[in-house]
């Protein structure tokens, strides 16, 4: 079975500071990853993914996450905080075979706000 | 660019009525997806579809049904709507179930409130 967890519901850090939102993920073999966002007022938009390949992956807006397995973790960093990265994030994990190919697994969101 | 189009932003329903949200993609996605989203419980799979007339359910399609009439089309259906339903609703569109090749399409979602 596949899931996620987020280790903070809400996470507030000053702009010009460095961002974390920590994800931890239960999988029954190789997941794949995913970082999405979400503005107000918005739909999701896709941030990043891991897909087997290298191991830090890079994503929009300056954001970034490693996937560690021995960790089962994906968490999403980002050097510096901007304003309009004040959103909601989510991690997401696929389903890869069978009756779960296609299928994204949620997890319950990180707000992220940002103060001036 | 992919535009996944949910008709309405807003919607407010009587306890009883019978509810259709509709969601349009205009790239000729085969698999189309509901979701409910509630505060600290993020994304909920309703139900979904792999291609016109087809459909699967999802995590809590309970209360919920779904038609898929045409390919850019996946209507969800709320029988006899109920105030736990109240919620925001998010369609989402994608052309190839191994996610890995492409993102998920969002719509902007659909706040329902029942009264």
């Known amino acids: 079975a596949q899931s996620v967890t987020q280790l903070d519901s809400h996470v507030s850090v000053s702009e010009g500071t460095p961002v974390l939102l920590r994800c931890n993920y239960s999988s029954s073999y190789s997941p794949s990853l995913f970082w999405y966002v979400q503005h107000p007022n918005k739909g999701l938009q896709l941030l990043l993914k891991?897909?087997?390949?290298?191991?830090l992956v890079k994503g929009i807006n300056g954001f970034e996450a490693e996937f560690k397995k021995s960790e089962t973790s994906f968490h999403l960093t980002k050097p510096s905080a901007h304003m309009s990265d004040a959103a909601e994030y989510f991690c997401?994990?696929?389903?890869?075979?069978?009756?779960?190919?296609?299928?994204?697994?949620f997890g319950r969101g990180t707000q992220l706000t940002v103060w001036p | 660019d992919v535009k996944v189009t949910q008709s309405s932003r807003y919607l407010v329903k009587r306890t009883g009525e019978k509810v259709f949200l509709e969601c349009v993609q205009d790239?000729?996605?085969?698999?189309m997806f509901w979701y409910r989203q509630d505060p600290g419980l993020g994304l909920r799979l309703i139900y979904f579809?792999?291609?016109?007339?087809?459909?699967e359910k999802g995590d809590i399609p309970e209360g919920y049904s779904v038609s898929r009439e045409k390919k850019e089309r996946f209507s969800l259906i709320l029988e006899s709507a109920s105030t736990n339903q109240t919620s925001m609703y998010l369609c989402?569109?994608?052309?190839?179930?191994?996610?890995?090749?492409?993102?998920?399409?969002f719509g902007n979602g659909t706040r329902l409130t029942v009264t």
């Open positions: 579809s792999y291609d016109v007339k087809m459909k």
């Open positions: 790239m000729d996605h085969e698999n």
């Open positions: 891991y897909t087997s390949a290298a191991t």
């Open positions: 997401v994990v696929s389903g890869n075979r069978g009756s779960t190919l296609g299928r994204l697994y």
């Open positions: 989402a569109s994608i052309q190839d179930r191994r996610v890995t090749r492409s993102p998920l399409h």
